[in-house]
């Protein structure tokens, strides 16, 4: 099993950026792709980012144009640098992967405690 530790949420004022990290540890492969995704509050969770080890990346609509989504493969960490943020971004943030375990294995996944960020207006 995979574990992912999420990083860089707290409190930011509306226009603020923020940069949220999740490194990976445990025993794996590879990683075959990261994801972010976020919830607000009374809301479902909803994929914010994804980049997979191709380096495709796919971005939600609503953060199009103020959110980049990177990762270091040395450090089996993904970061996603938020920008120009909005109240309306404010949410848990949860980090999630794919990953093989050894080889031959099925593909599995897993996710992170999740780091709230906050965008006060």
């Known amino acids: 099993q995979v574990q992912l530790v999420e990083s860089g949420g707290g409190l930011v004022q509306a226009g603020g950026s923020l940069r949220l990290s999740c490194a990976a540890s445990g025993s794996f492969l590879r990683i075959n792709f990261w994801a972010w995704y976020r919830q607000a509050p009374g809301k479902q969770r909803d994929l914010v980012a994804t980049?997979?080890?191709?380096?495709?990346?796919t971005y939600a609509d609503s953060v199009k144009g103020r959110c980049t989504i990177s990762n270091d493969n040395a450090k089996n960490t993904v970061y996603l640098a938020l920008n120009s943020l909005k109240p309306e971004d404010t949410a848990v943030y949860y980090c999630y992967t794919g990953y093989t375990k050894t080889i031959g294995m099925t593909p599995t996944a897993s996710w992170g405690q999740g780091t709230q960020v906050t965008v006060s207006s």
């Open positions: 980049i997979n080890r191709e380096g495709s990346i």
